[in-house]
Each structure stands twice: as structure tokens, then as C-alpha cells.
Nanobody, 121 residues
Framework: QVQPAESGGGLVQAGGSLRLSCTPLRHIFNNYEMAWYRQTPGKEREVVAA????????HLVDSVKGRFTIFRDDAKDTMYLQMNSLKPEDTAIYYCNEFKGALDIAELTNWGQGTQVTGSS
């Protein structure tokens, strides 16, 4: 089974930027709604940002609004998460997957390895 591959994570100082990438997506999931998720030890995975692949319309959780941007390149079947003004509390493993609703994350399967983002103070 083909899994999505996340990349672009790293260690950055507070206020720094990273761009995460995830591919392939449309090739794997029969869903036009895609999202970035993050998880920290001891906590459940949470959605960070979601995008409608057809319209490009996006939604972000309040904690990242104004700092993160989600967008996609249809030709490359790649989704991105531009992360600016990173904070220590953004530290997590970031994953991509289809989006079926913020309350249905536990039902999702076919997770990739994720990419570690660490924001240092």
C-alpha cells in the first residue's frame, strides 16, 4: 500500500520558518479534502489545516491562523504547509492524510512516517 511521504521538518528557533511537503495524495486517497495533522507525545493527533483540492479553499485552526498556510500543487500531487513565526508549542510530528472531519481522525488509516518539527525557544 502506498503511503504519503512527509518531508521538510527540522529544528528552528522561535520565529523561524519551515515548509513541509507531502506527496502523493490524490494518487492515494479518493477524497478531495486533505489535511495536515500534528501529534505530540501523550496527546491525540489533531488537525492543523485542511484544504479542498478542487477549489483550493483552506481552513486553519485558530492557533496557527496568520502564521501557517496550506496549499497544493495539483501537477505535482503535492500538498504544502508553510509555517512562519514558529513557536515552541508548534513542536510535534506533522502528518498528512485525507480529511473527513476534525472528530473522525481516529478512523483514518494509511499514515506516513511524519516529519518532526521542533521550535526552540
Amino acid at each position: 500500500q502506498v503511503q504519503p511521504a512527509e518531508s521538510g521538518g527540522g529544528l528552528v528557533q522561535a520565529g523561524g520558518s519551515l515548509r513541509l511537503s507531502c506527496t502523493p495524495l490524490r494518487h492515494i486517497f479518493n477524497n478531495y479534502e486533505m489535511a495536515w495533522y500534528r501529534q505530540t507525545p501523550g496527546k491525540e493527533r489533531e488537525v492543523v489545516a485542511a484544504i479542498d483540492w478542487r477549489s483550493g479553499r483552506s481552513h486553519l485552526v485558530d492557533s496557527v491562523k496568520g502564521r501557517f498556510t496550506i496549499f497544493r500543487d495539483d501537477a505535482k500531487d503535492t500538498m504544502y504547509l508553510q509555517m512562519n513565526s514558529l513557536k515552541p508549542e508548534d513542536t510535534a510530528i506533522y502528518y498528512c492524510n485525507e480529511f473527513k472531519g476534525a472528530l473522525d481522525i481516529a478512523e483514518l488509516t494509511n499514515w506516513g512516517q511524519g516529519t518532526q518539527v521542533t521550535g526552540s525557544s
